[in-house]
């Protein structure tokens, strides 16, 4: 059974654990009323993580173009690696999207981002009252797709891992877990 290497590996589940993290404090933090502490610490959280999926997505992105993923196995039908493949290609886009949004959303908004507190990130645009509602729903309606494509995905990985029981669910896990 080929695997996927132990980069690999470790960027998916770390990049899966900071997406399930950030969009549960999101879904937190806009539950909050009122301009609070607790909000704006979690905004800043938020966006922390948001900047951390964003790098890790660039590392990951650049592992796999030198590191492809295994092949499908033989006894695959054709349309499920079709669908496979595209689902795969849709959660990279969003991993991208999403925070890629929520940074333009932020600025538009006028508030710039600074990276744990510290590292202030580029100012990409000025704040922009129109375009500040846009980025908001684009950023919203990209996590809601992502959520649905998460999901779609965990479901695939539990077909192969109980019905299927061809070995792909296994190729993702740490060698620690399988043996």
Not at 16 to 28: E, Q, R, S
Not at 50 to 75: D, E, F, S
Not at 122 to 137: R, S, T, W
Request: charged residues 10%.
């Amino acid at each position: 059974m080929q695997r996927y290497t132990t980069t690999t590996i470790l960027l998916h589940w770390l990049i899966a654990a900071l997406i399930v993290a950030t969009f549960l404090l999101g879904l937190t933090m806009v539950d909050i009323h009122g301009l609070t502490p607790t909000k704006l610490k979690y905004f800043s959280w938020h966006k922390w993580l948001g900047v951390t999926v964003l790098g890790l997505a660039c590392l990951r992105m650049l592992w796999r173009l030198k590191n492809p993923a295994p092949a499908y196995p033989a006894g695959m039908p054709r349309w499920e690696q079709v669908s496979a493949h595209a689902l795969h290609s849709l959660l990279y886009v969003l991993i991208f999207a999403v925070p890629i949004s929520g940074y333009c959303y932020s600025l538009a908004a006028g508030v710039p981002v600074v990276y744990l507190g510290v590292l202030p990130l580029p100012v990409l645009m000025a704040p922009n009252p129109e375009l500040k509602p846009l980025l908001k729903l684009a950023h919203y309606v990209l996590n809601m797709i992502l959520l649905g494509g998460v999901g779609l995905h965990v479901l695939a990985a539990f077909k192969h891992l109980f019905i299927d029981r061809d070995g792909v669910f296994k190729r993702i896990l740490p060698r620690s877990i399988i043996n």
